[in-house]
């Protein structure tokens, strides 16, 4: 698929050329005569665009105008600005606003080829992502992600979504479990409310009560009567996260209700019918605790009819880029949706994710809020993610080049005290080195040079 460019040039014949320029390099082409023109192609969500190429003197609305509205709505598109009327001030204005590159005229086109094939370059993974997250509007859209992990996932939702069997939704602290039963409810015709509680979170001499309700005399303190959890969700969904903290004493209780469809409130005699969907979730291995009593055998078996594991984000890293832009934009300041240069993403897709979406997310958050221009870069992300982002870029290098394990070592040294700014003792902490080791390796490689 060609790259689709959209040149914003008010001159006729210039814009005609460099049509031709980047016809000839191969690239699709797409021309706006003023910036209102442009305004409406950039604002059109139907459009794919990969590269805008803009003047700043237009009819209508100026080229920096549409710098701050590219990076306020399309986020994965570079811009380059040309112009006649150059400054320092003008140009350090515009980059910070989030402009690639700033061209002055006269010029000479192989240098607005090579500007745009750097700028193409730099935002190709996001790009990338960008355009199949349009394409695929099946995808729900508080679900981020379109590797095939997640593909095959939402497919088991959109299909259980019409059952009415439990389901119990596994996967590592982080993954968005809960995000996937909503989307279950979503999926379902179910007219009821989706109910969450988290079973952690509640004492455990209160969860018989939080699940099936009381009487007014129940127990001492109880003065009025109340609705419990399953009563809430009548006709909808409840969803019990943690599933795996839920008391031992209290599990008998919950497999009768799965069974019976039958509640009790504490205090009362009578029981009440109930429709209520439950979806469960945990990050615990639940037939391990079968296996050491913990759990209920015959509950596990009853609430996992339908099993949907989250994969943890390491697993599916083509889905980074993609969330990385959703969260761009959840977090963009004063409007302006920032960009991300191509060594910050790289970084990114590096890191091992343990804490998943939930840390990549309170990453982007710190990092937009900190961020020092239109575009992050590596200085704007956690040193604990720069140094690890740099030492598996390192590890790549070292197997393309076949280094010795000494050669290794002090690359991943000296990349380590770079990282840490010339810090030794923050250096040495890193590394798990005794301060006076890090030292005598460091005179070592003094020497050698």
């Given at each position: 698929?060609?790259d689709?460019?959209?040149i914003?040039?008010?001159d ?5 050329l ?5 016809d000839?390099e191969?690239?699709e082409?797409l ?5 209102g023109a442009a305004?409406?192609i950039?604002l059109d969500?139907?459009?794919?665009l990969?590269?805008?190429v803009t003047?700043?003197q237009?009819?209508?609305?100026k080229?920096?105008?549409?710098v701050?509205?590219v ?10 600005v ?9 140009a350090?204005e ?20 090579g500007?745009?094939?750097?700028a193409?370059q730099s935002?190709?993974?996001v ?7 349009r394409e695929?509007?099946e995808i ?8 095939r ?10 299909r ?7 389901v ?16 279950v ?19 455990a001499?209160?969860?018989e009560?939080?699940l ?21 969700a009548?006709?909808?969904t ?6 795996g903290?839920l008391?031992l ?13 039958m509640?009790r ?33 015959d509950l596990y078996?009853?609430?996992?009819v339908?099993?949907l ?8 890293i ?7 832009e959703?969260?761009l934009h ?5 409007g302006?949706t920032?960009a991300?240069?191509?060594?910050a993403?790289a ?6 994710w343990?804490?998943n979406?939930?840390?990549?997310e ?8 900190l ?10 992300l956690?040193?604990r ?9 390192l ?5 393309t080049e076949r280094?010795?394990l000494?050669e ?5 040294i ?7 700014g ?15 080791t890090?030292?005598?390796?460091l ?7």
């Open positions: 698929m060609k689709r460019i959209l914003v040039e008010d006729q014949d210039l814009r005609e460099l049509v031709e320029v980047f000839e191969g690239f082409t021309t706006a005569k003023t910036g305004r409406d950039i969500e139907k459009e794919f990969d590269l805008i003047d700043i237009l009819p209508e609305m080229g920096s105008e549409l701050k509205l990076r306020a709505n399309r986020a994965e598109t570079a811009v380059i040309i112009t006649a009327f150059g400054s320092v001030e003008q350090v515009l980059v910070k606003n989030g402009a690639f590159q700033y061209i002055t005229k006269p010029f000479q086109t192989k240098d607005l080829i500007a745009a094939s750097a193409l935002t190709k993974a790009r990338a992502a960008a355009r199949l997250r695929n509007t729900p859209a508080e679900i981020i992600g379109a590797s992990q997640i593909r095959e996932l939402l497919d088991l939702v959109s259980s979504g019409k059952s009415s069997s439990n119990l939704i596994t996967g590592d602290s982080g993954t968005g479990k809960e995000l996937i039963a909503r989307a409810h979503e999926a379902s015709n179910r007219t009821g409310e989706f109910v969450a509680v988290n079973c952690s979170a509640i004492p001499e209160l969860v009560s939080e099936f309700g009381h009487t007014g005399q129940a127990f001492t303190g109880a003065k009025t009567a109340r609705v419990g959890l399953f009563e809430s009548t006709n909808g409840l969803f019990l996260d943690e599933i903290e008391p004493a209290v599990q008998p209780k919950l497999l009768r209700v799965l069974q019976e469809n509640i409130r504490i205090g009362d005699n009578r029981e009440k019918s109930v429709n209520v969907r439950l979806i469960a979730a945990t990050n615990r291995d639940l037939e391990t605790a079968v296996a050491e009593g913990t759990f209920r055998d078996w009853r609430l996992n339908i099993h594991h989250v994969p943890p984000l390491r697993e599916r083509f889905d980074i880029p993609l969330l990385i959703h969260f959840k977090y963009r300041r004063d302006m920032l991300i240069s191509a060594e993403l970084i990114l897709t590096a890191y091992s343990n804490g979406v939930r840390e990549l309170n990453t982007m958050e710190r990092a937009v809020a961020a020092r221009g239109a575009i992050l870069t590596p200085e704007d956690p040193e993610i720069r140094s690890s982002g740099a030492n598996s870029a590890l790549s290098r070292a197997k280094m010795s000494a290794l070592e002090r690359e991943y000296t990349e380590t005290l770079r990282e840490c010339g810090n030794k003792s923050r250096t040495a902490e890193l590394l798990g080195l005794d301060r006076k890090l030292y005598r390796k005179d070592e490689y003094a020497r050698s040079n």
